[in-house]
């Protein structure tokens, strides 16, 4: 029963369709009304139903906000030797603008380390960002924020890498005069210990089987005359290079 002069509050729920670029703009709302179907009268059921005795007004309502108009379908990573590699598929971009790539390091608030555009396509988009600054070691967290023309966004889940203390080749005494004394970054394993003279040359070459052992002696003064040489080290899969002057 209808009482003139009352107020009445409706929450209704809206979806619109993926395609909607409608946000944050006014569109028209329909609100019909008519006799109740116990006389007879058809239900009304959308905006082209003919109404017996009943009327219909237009109202502009304003739509703030939307989903955003991006389908992510991954976001992955890989830790290199020097860098973290990240890595993002979409199916889907409409009016996107950009991929904020955003890092936190051992519980430190996000913060922006790089921008990437939007390329916009309807068909399948892969991205890819590289993290070279991993100097230190800790947790390092990754998440996106996509952002869309109209100023909405959203943010991906969050990934996560564990830096390690980087391992590292120590030289005792460079330039070296006529024995090369090297501290290897494991103790156990087999080893390739290379130099390399100024032309590209292979000049010394030796493989070395460690056993809880990281130091190694290595007398050149038969090999090797002075000058400069790059240094290879190949041990456990890993590779460690540097210069070293022989005077």
Do not use: C, H
Not at 5 to 29: D, E, K, Q, W, Y
Not at 108 to 136: C, H, M, R, W
Not at 140 to 162: E, Q
């Amino acid at each position: 029963t209808d009482i003139i002069g009352t107020t009445t509050s409706l929450s209704i729920p809206i979806t619109t369709a993926g395609t909607f670029v409608g946000a944050n703009n006014f569109v028209r709302m329909r609100i019909s009304q008519d006799l109740s179907t116990v006389y007879g009268v058809p239900p009304v059921s959308n905006n082209s139903t003919a109404l017996t005795y009943g009327q219909a007004e237009d109202y502009p309502v304003y739509l703030s906000g939307s989903v955003l108009p991006v389908s992510l379908i991954s976001f992955t990573g890989s830790n290199e030797t020097d860098a973290i590699n990240l890595n993002w598929n979409t199916s889907q971009e409409i009016n996107l603008k950009a991929f904020e790539v955003e890092r936190s390091l051992n519980t430190e608030p996000f913060a922006t380390i790089g921008t990437v555009l939007a390329k916009g396509l309807q068909s399948e988009a892969v991205y890819n960002f590289k993290d070279n600054d991993i100097s230190t070691s800790g947790s390092y967290l990754y998440r996106l924020k996509m952002t869309d023309l109209n100023g909405a966004f959203k943010y991906s889940k969050i990934i996560n890498f564990k830096i390690s203390d980087a391992k590292k080749l120590l030289i005792a005494g460079n330039p070296i005069k006529n024995n090369l004394n090297l501290i290897l970054p494991y103790s156990n394993g087999n080893s390739i210990i290379r130099l390399t003279d100024a032309a590209g040359r292979i000049v010394y070459n030796k493989n070395i089987t460690l056993n809880n052992n990281a130091a190694v002696n290595l007398p050149l003064q038969n090999y090797i005359s002075n000058g400069l040489y790059v240094l290879d080290v190949i041990i456990n899969g890993e590779k460690f290079t540097q210069k070293i002057i022989k005077n």
